[in-house]
């Protein structure tokens, strides 16, 4: 059974960064795109990283230069940098299998960007 475990919310000031874990588990890592995706109250759901297995990355505008998605395939596992937060950038932060409607994803970890 895939599983999927993220890691490295927290409480950032605006300006600043963080860096997002993504443990897996249960499948075979490099076979599939993942993506990162985020979501907060009153926002429509947002894929913010979109990694090809085939080794490239896909960003929205929103978060193009500040979030860098990147994957280590031997030890199954994704990462996102994010720089230059924002207020706008609060939100619970999923990695994802694939699309978020038929994919596989984990329970999220929180990032808050306030002064």
């Known amino acids: 059974q895939a599983g999927l475990l993220e890691s490295g919310g927290g409480l950032v000031q605006p300006g600043g960064s963080l860096r997002l874990t993504c443990e897996t588990f249960?499948?075979?890592?490099?076979?599939?795109?993942m993506a990162w995706y985020r979501q907060s109250p009153g926002k429509e759901l947002e894929r913010v990283a979109n990694?090809?297995?085939?080794?490239?990355?896909e960003y929205p505008d929103s978060v193009k230069g500040r979030f860098i998605s990147t994957r280590d395939n031997a030890a199954s596992t994704m990462y996102l940098q994010l720089n230059s937060l924002t207020i706008e950038d609060t939100a619970t932060y999923y990695c994802?299998?694939?699309?978020?409607?038929?994919?596989?994803r984990g329970r999220g970890t929180q990032v808050t960007v306030s002064s």
């Open positions: 994802v299998r694939g699309d978020w409607r038929t994919g596989e």
């Open positions: 990694m090809h297995f085939r080794g490239y990355t």
């Open positions: 249960g499948f075979k890592f490099s076979d599939y795109t």
